[in-house]
């Protein structure tokens, strides 16, 4: 079955940028059947989306990330990653990739997601 | 953007019970709703899809229902491994967005 695992960084200093990686396991990334998603837990609190990256490369940004953030895919890898620049500690946050997959019938769902990488900004 | 609201956002029962939670959107977004359950510690799952679709290999005592901007998810009998926070959330338009969370907990 697919398997997704984040990986980068725990600690990121106040106005550097986060780097995290998703390795896709079970699964091509170069499939149009799925988005490949970002979606963020600040400490104690709900679920945040943050965007996705399609095969073909094409993207969606959360609009309250869209200035700052960079998501991008290496199909050769099976990899999809994500930049966040001039990070406060307002991003600390558990920052999940899930696979968000599109059915015929027009449904969609994240049906798999990484453990989660706890990344925190502070100096 | 569209404002998804859970209720209630906790609430404590007894293995058996029977548990309803709802879920609003502040505009419709027909069945375009999933629910997920996150275990402490771990990544949500998804139970739910399209208002009221069982995801493979989810035990029937779960289900949902509804439309347009009231969604409801029932547990008929609650069993100790359903612990956790669930979550709705709508796929009708960007951003996507999940409710604020149901946290449920053993009497």
């Known amino acids: 079955q697919v398997q997704l695992q984040e990986s980068g960084p725990g600690l990121v200093k106040p106005s550097q940028t986060l780097s995290l990686m998703c390795t896709v396991s079970?699964?091509?990334?170069?499939?149009?059947?799925?988005?490949w998603s970002w979606i963020r837990q600040l400490p104690g609190k709900g679920l945040d989306y943050i965007g996705y990256?399609?095969?073909?490369?094409?993207?969606y940004y959360n609009p309250s990330l869209r200035s700052r953030l960079t998501l991008s895919l290496d199909t050769s890898k099976n990899q999809f990653s994500l930049k966040l620049t001039s990070v406060t500690a307002a991003d600390t946050a558990l920052y999940y990739c899930a696979r968000d997959t599109i059915s015929g019938s027009g449904s969609r769902y994240f049906d798999s997601w990484g453990q989660g990488v706890l990344v925190t900004v502070s100096s | 953007d569209i404002q998804m609201t859970q209720s209630p956002s906790s609430l404590s029962a007894s293995v058996g019970d029977r548990v309803t939670i709802t879920c609003q959107a502040s505009?419709?977004?027909?069945?375009?709703l999933n629910w997920y359950h996150q275990k402490p510690g771990k990544a949500p799952k998804a139970l739910i899809y399209a208002a009221s679709n069982l995801e493979t290999g989810v035990p029937s005592r779960f289900s949902g229902s509804g439309s347009g901007t009231q969604f409801t998810f029932t547990i008929s009998s609650l069993q100790p491994e359903d612990v956790g926070t669930y979550y709705c959330?709508?796929?009708?338009?960007?951003?996507?967005?999940f409710g604020g969370g149901t946290k449920v907990e053993l009497k």
């Open positions: 079970g699964a091509s990334i170069n499939n149009n059947a799925y988005y």
């Open positions: 990256v399609f095969y073909s490369g094409s993207t």
């Open positions: 505009q419709a977004i027909k069945n375009y």
């Open positions: 959330q709508q796929y009708d338009k960007h951003p996507l967005a």
